[in-house]
């Protein structure tokens, strides 16, 4: 781990190294160690992100983009006679799924990334180690 010194990044600049899974202050960590695990703190800034919990947020991120991006789809095609209805519809199950399961993540970086940079972190409760 570096011990230099970091100029703090922007919010802009935080929120994108979210999305790319990096660590927000330095953007040369990983931010996840698994598909939804977080690493305890970064290993190049040393920034402790562990605490940070995102709860509900990236799943319903998730949801509101995959639902907006889908449904002018889920119109066209219900409507259109081209492809029969269980068709389109396993389609649009297939994409959303793959959707879902691709942005979750990069979800979850955004929220740590903006709770990290806005101050919003809960103070920690040693109770609340379930």
């Given at each position: 781990m570096e011990t230099t010194t970091l100029s703090e990044p922007t919010l802009f600049q935080a929120l994108l190294r979210g999305l790319s899974l990096r660590c927000p202050r330095c953007g040369e960590g990983h931010l996840l160690s698994g598909y939804l695990r977080q690493y305890d703190a970064c290993s190049h800034?040393?920034?402790e992100t562990g605490a940070i919990r995102a709860d509900d947020g990236p799943p319903w991120l998730?949801?509101?983009?995959?639902g907006h991006l889908l449904a002018p789809f889920m119109v066209i095609?219900?409507?259109?006679?081209a492809l029969p209805s269980w068709l389109?519809?396993?389609i649009m199950a297939v994409v959303a799924a793959a959707l879902c399961l691709g942005?979750?993540?990069r979800a979850k970086g955004l929220f740590i990334a903006a709770i990290w940079k806005l101050g919003a972190q809960s103070p920690t409760d040693p109770s609340d180690q379930a």
């Open positions: 800034c040393g920034l998730t949801l509101l983009v995959v095609t219900l409507m259109n006679d389109s519809t396993l942005l979750l993540p």
